[in-house]
Each structure stands twice: as C-alpha cells, then as structure tokens.
C-alpha cells in the first residue's frame, strides 16, 4: 500500500495501539489515515506504528470536528436498552474496522435501577487478549457512548476476562468482513 501522509494541523494527544501508552504528536508531523469510525481515527506514522486520535482531536488530521449542537436528541422517546446496544455499536476496535458488539467483546450490558429512581448501565467487556493495552481505552469509549444515551444516569464498564475471548464470539458477519469463515 503506497504512503498517503497527511501533515498534522496542530499538536495532539495520540494512544499507541496496542500498546495504550499516551504520546504527544507535533504540527507538522505526518500520519496516514487507516480509519475512521465511532469516535476514534486510527493513523500510522511512517514507520508503521499505529496511534488512536479521539474524534474530538479529528481537526488535526483535517476532519470537521461536531459541535454536539447540531445533534436532536429526541428526549421524549422511552428509554430502550437497543439505544444502550446501537451506542455500544458506535465503539470500535482501532485496529480493525469492527465494532466492541460485532467482536464479541460485550459480554453482559443490563439496565439495573440506581439510587432515587435513576437507571444505571452495567456492561462486562472483554479484550481480545488479557495483555491488551487498549482496554482501559475502550472501556472509556464504551462508557462514553451509554453515558450520552438519554435515559441513562450511570454507567460502569467492567473489563472480564473469564470466560476467555474466542473467534467464535464474533459474529457471522464480522468473522465474514475479516475473512474468517
């Protein structure tokens, strides 16, 4: 694949992957864009090494950043744990371009009453691997996305590692998508 490098517009925050360590990219430096879904972009350096960039930090690289304004939230619909699903949905691993449900890795996601009437979201998610630096990443990312469904007060994501992941876990479609089948 040929080198498409994209200078950056300004300094950022970047995450190793798969690493997860955090590291400071400078104007001017230059990545190539992997992908781009949910709230993360996935570039790579020249030398190959792969870093996750936030949506909110997508100006860098040349994306319109949202301002959230723009964006009807329709409060007057009831609460549906589907929302809570499509939301975790949005999350993706970004190292291939599959979402947290499509893996697997969302083992449990229960909707349990809070104190005063409010509605907490519980969620078990795996990694791939228990060495995963990214874990703590998307397990943000997961909590990020329920958080601004509206209904929901409270959201805690736990990382789990028993049972192990398996290909298996993944669905059809994403085991189809990754030429796995």
């Not at 360590?21 to 190539?32: D, F, H, N, R």
């Not at 993706?92 to 499509?102: A, F, G, H, L």
């Not at 998307?138 to 990382?159: I, K, Q, T, W, Y």
């Not at 590692?161 to 479609?173: L, V």
Request: hydrophobic share 45%; with cysteine; proline share 7%.
């Amino acid at each position: 694949m040929a080198w498409s490098p994209i200078a950056l517009l300004r300094d950022c925050m970047a995450t190793t992957v798969p690493a997860g360590e955090l590291v400071l990219l400078s104007e001017g430096g230059e990545v190539e864009i992997v992908q781009q879904l949910g709230a993360s972009i996935t570039v790579r350096t020249e030398l190959g090494t792969l870093l996750r960039l936030d949506a909110a930090d997508g100006d860098a690289v040349g994306f319109v950043v949202p301002d959230g304004e723009d964006e009807a939230v329709d409060d007057d619909r009831p609460f549906d744990m589907s929302r809570v699903l499509d939301a975790l949905g949005q999350v993706y691993d970004p190292e291939i371009p599959v979402s947290i449900v499509e893996l697997g890795l969302v083992y449990r996601c229960e909707e349990l009453p809070g104190p005063l009437d409010t509605r907490r979201i519980e969620i078990d998610m795996s990694m791939t691997a228990p060495g995963c630096g990214m874990g703590d990443v998307l397990r943000a990312d997961a909590a990020r996305a329920v958080f601004a469904v509206p209904g929901v007060d409270d959201v805690e994501v736990n990382l789990v590692w028993d049972p192990p992941w398996t290909i298996h876990r993944m669905s059809e479609a994403a085991r189809l998508q990754l030429g796995l089948l």
